[in-house]
């Protein structure tokens, strides 16, 4: 039977210690990325700024809104190019970290289900990936292999989470 | 160096606000691996890589609205939770910690550890088992455990965050910590890492 009720102030504080010990975690180097992001966009940001005022005194305010639609639709467009790219090499490291687990695990029934509606999903995934990328726009192609990441890393957590789940 | 202490100093904070990469990459050196840490122990999963990367452009483009008042560290962090927040309340997210949760036999409503609770082993081990039973705790809940507990948050605070109440706060915190408390300890849950 498990207990139910508060855990007491020195409960508390030792499970609080524990946590606050776990040690950090250091991501990838993401800073070349990262100021490649913020310099695409402030940069033009400034330009668009000038542009739109002057646009704005010339043109009125529907002909700034044309412009900056065009603007977002520009930068966009180069960001989900660049977005795809990492994405698909991240898609790639799961699969091979997948690829890694032994094919004979037996699972328990309920991370089973799991495991075959996350493969159902990245079917579906595929299946829309698989259409030619000019039917659709690239921020859609971006959101398709974001899900593509997402689903294949909930599968390689449910395969490598609690021993207790999985039995040979 | 937890992120509520990091600051820059005032020349290279000016250099940042100006948008200088040398600065910024400070900024970032300083601040990636905490904010990192926060961030995946929020959301556990490989959009932590994306999240950070999203809070520092955030947190870059409203730099020179920074006023300076609190350490930059703390600013930033308020900008990380806040993406975090904003991906787990994606419905993609929603459905998949459903999925998760239903798998281990538990929901939101009634966050029990799964039914054996994992083998326990001192120092690493016990690390190891402690980030599996956070990684289990439902995300709400999640989050609230790390927040108060590790980075500090009032009750008032993430009530305010999740446009609730403090009520809301001690509820979740008391599941998460009676959640923990099973996963971790033996059958009776008496035994939480020393």
């Known amino acids: ?168 | 160096v937890k992120l509520k202490d990091f600051d820059l100093p005032r020349a290279t904070l000016a250099a940042a606000r100006g948008g200088e990469a040398w600065a910024l990459e400070a900024f970032y050196r300083g601040c990636a691996t905490p904010a990192y840490s926060l961030i995946r122990r929020i959301v556990a999963g490989a959009a932590a890589e994306d999240l950070l990367h999203e809070a520092f452009i955030d947190a870059f483009r409203a730099l020179p609205a920074f006023d300076g008042r609190a350490p930059l560290g703390v600013w930033f962090r308020s900008i990380a939770v806040r993406r975090c927040l904003m991906h787990l309340r994606s419905p993609w997210q929603r459905s998949r910690a459903w999925l998760r949760e239903a798998s281990l036999g538990y929901t939101e409503d009634a966050p029990e550890g799964s039914a054996e609770p994992p083998a326990r082993q001192h120092d690493v081990g016990a690390r190891i088992d402690l980030e599996r039973a956070l990684a289990d705790l439902a995300p709400t809940t999640r989050m609230v455990v790390w927040l108060h507990d590790v980075e500090g948050y009032s009750h008032d605070e993430i009530g305010t965050l999740f446009s609730s109440t403090a009520s809301f706060s001690k509820s979740r915190l008391a599941r998460g910590h009676a959640s923990l408390r099973a996963s971790l300890g033996p059958a009776t849950g008496a035994e939480v890492p020393a």
Do not use: C
Request: net charge neutral; aromatic share 6%; glycine share 4%.
């Open chain 1, 1 to 168: 039977m498990k207990r139910r009720d508060p855990l007491t102030p020195d409960e508390s504080a030792r499970l609080q210690a524990a946590l606050a010990s776990l040690p950090p975690l250091a991501p990838p180097d993401g800073w070349p990325r990262l100021i490649a992001a913020y310099r695409t966009r402030p940069a033009s940001s400034a330009r668009l700024t000038i542009t739109g005022l002057a646009a704005a005194a010339a043109l009125g305010l529907i002909a700034l809104g044309f412009l900056l639609r065009d603007f977002d639709s520009g930068y966009n467009e180069r960001v989900a190019v660049a977005e795809v790219e990492r994405l698909q090499l991240r898609s790639a490291e799961l699969e091979q970290s997948l690829a890694a687990f032994p094919e004979r695990r037996v699972v328990r029934a309920g991370s089973g289900f799991t495991a075959v509606t996350l493969q159902d999903h990245i079917l579906l995934v595929d299946e829309q990936l698989s259409e030619p990328a000019s039917a659709r726009p690239s921020s859609r192609t971006r959101e398709l292999w974001r899900e593509r990441v997402a689903l294949l890393d909930a599968l390689v957590g449910l395969r490598s989470s609690a021993p207790a789940e999985l039995t040979f």
